[in-house]
């Protein structure tokens, strides 16, 4: 049998919190969080020949990252290690500084890339990395190398960051995927960008679904609850948001994202899929930084 792996391709950087930098980056949120369900998950990346660079692999290759599952494919390039600055509000949603130039705006596409695609089974990408044309051709080609076909996943979580994304961005990463992961913010300004049709977010939502032929559609709302629509069924799930004390959501949609593709690769429900990420996604906002170490009463599967 070969290995399939769960892949998380695109930024790794350092978010400079209040309390200090964390590695983050949502591909990379993405893939740790994946490997604590026992996936074989990679983060495909670059990092710069620098300081902080070296403390990122450090960081992955740490203990507390080893979950027996987690690999990396991180390329060392000529450009600084990526750092986005985050500050909190007073509920604990960050804003975010992303400064250029980054490594992680020149991931190359090598033949160990290609080979790591066909043995994917799932791909989360985001439109962030796609803000540079280098990165954009890489996560492009990953994406169409990965196989098709039942169980086999492509995920978008859009990310909307500040000025970096465009039409073009946005419309070429929904032809890539058959699963959309978006906020409501979000889905307000691509409806108004595209433009998609409908008078609410349930209309536009399902318009989404049907136009670029997605087999899952997850809408986050913050605190307002999350919704999974669905291409074979006219009624989304919908899943209340659990009230807890929040440190910071910083890579809470990541984990999210991760949750409900693993538990769909073991063969659970849709609906016990969205369970689960709801109940994770709540957990990691009660830490501070992206990858907290989950309890094993959510890891289990």
């Not at 990122?56 to 507390?64: D, I, P």
């Not at 073009?168 to 978006?182: E, S």
């Not at 609850?225 to 948001?241: L, M």
Request: proline fraction near 5%.
């Amino acid at each position: 049998m070969r290995t399939e792996y769960i892949v998380g391709i695109g930024e790794i950087l350092w978010d400079m919190l209040p309390e200090g930098r964390r590695l983050g980056g949502a591909p990379a949120n993405f893939a740790y969080h994946a490997s604590q369900f026992g996936m074989k998950s990679m983060i495909v990346s670059a990092v710069g020949k620098d300081e902080a660079g070296d403390a990122a692999l450090m960081e992955l290759n740490a203990s507390g990252k080893n979950t027996g599952g987690f690999g990396t494919m991180i390329s060392r390039v000529d450009f600084p290690t990526g750092t986005v600055s985050i500050n909190l509000d007073s509920a604990g949603v960050p804003q975010y500084d992303i400064h250029m130039p980054a490594a992680w705006d020149n991931i190359p596409f090598t033949p160990e890339l290609k080979e790591l695609a066909s043995k994917t089974r799932a791909v989360c990408f985001g439109t962030l990395a796609r803000r540079s044309p280098v990165s954009h051709r890489t996560i492009s080609d990953f994406v169409e190398a990965v196989p098709r076909g039942e169980g086999q996943w492509r995920i978008l979580d859009i990310n909307l960051r500040q000025h970096f994304y465009t039409r073009d961005i946005i419309l070429h990463a929904l032809g890539q995927c058959n699963i959309l992961k978006i906020n409501d913010e979000e889905l307000a300004i691509i409806s108004e960008m595209l433009p998609v049709p409908g008078t609410d977010m349930w209309e536009q939502c399902r318009q989404l679904l049907r136009q670029f032929d997605l087999k899952f559609l997850i809408l986050t709302c913050g605190t307002h609850g999350s919704y999974i629509f669905y291409s074979d069924s006219e009624n989304p799930s919908f899943i209340e948001t659990p009230h807890v004390t929040v440190a910071d959501t910083v890579g809470a949609g990541d984990s999210f994202t991760a949750a409900f593709i693993a538990a769909l690769i073991k063969g659970h429900t849709p609906l016990e899929a969205h369970r689960l990420a709801v109940d994770v996604s709540a957990f990691v906002c009660t830490c501070n930084g992206a990858m907290p170490v989950l309890p094993d009463t959510l890891r289990r599967l």
